[in-house]
């Protein structure tokens, strides 16, 4: 039985590339967007239980990532990764972000499937992600 990545982690590397030089801006955007379309459907509460599971999981590779809460203003939401990860080099923040990203996303999917977490990453992250990913799908 044959092993592949999921869409998702082409899309996550190819999503975090795009900006080597902000690597701590480009991060926080993926989360606000992908944030939003989360928060709709499983709530502020649902979306802040994903994420700090996913914090303590990747802190188990990146220990800097804490678990504090997120911040209940909008704008302001994460803060605090944005602070851990512009303290780190520009490879380390992104290899971070990247983990932080599939482990959330894996969970999600675990729960609600990997097409239906496929289709929220393209509504939150754009038609080019959704395009792209679908066609992964067809092919497997």
Same mark, same amino acid.
């Given at each position: ?13 190819? =999503?975090?590339? @795009?900006?080597?030089?902000?690597? &701590?801006?480009?991060?926080?955007? +993926?989360?606000? %967007?992908?944030?939003? #379309? ?31 809460? =997120?911040?209940? @203003?909008?704008?302001?939401?994460? &803060?605090?990764?944005?602070?851990? +990860?512009?303290? %780190?080099?520009?490879? #380390? ?48």
């Amino acid at each position: 039985m044959e092993t592949r990545d999921p869409p998702r982690r082409q899309l996550i590397e190819r =999503l975090m590339a @795009q900006h080597p030089e902000k690597v &701590a801006d480009a991060a926080i955007d +993926l989360w606000e %967007q992908m944030a939003t #379309q989360i928060i709709s459907i499983v709530g502020e509460d649902g979306f802040n239980s994903l994420y700090a599971r996913s914090v303590f999981l990747a802190q188990q590779t990146f220990p800097w990532l804490t678990a504090s809460s =997120l911040s209940q @203003q909008t704008d302001q939401r994460f &803060a605090e990764l944005k602070k851990r +990860l512009e303290g %780190q080099t520009p490879s #380390q923040a992104r290899e971070a972000n990247s983990l932080l990203l599939l482990t959330f996303t894996g969970i999600l999917a675990e729960l609600i499937g990997e097409p239906l977490t496929t289709r929220i990453l393209g509504s939150a992250w754009g038609d080019d992600a959704s395009t792209s990913t679908s066609k992964e799908f067809k092919h497997e």
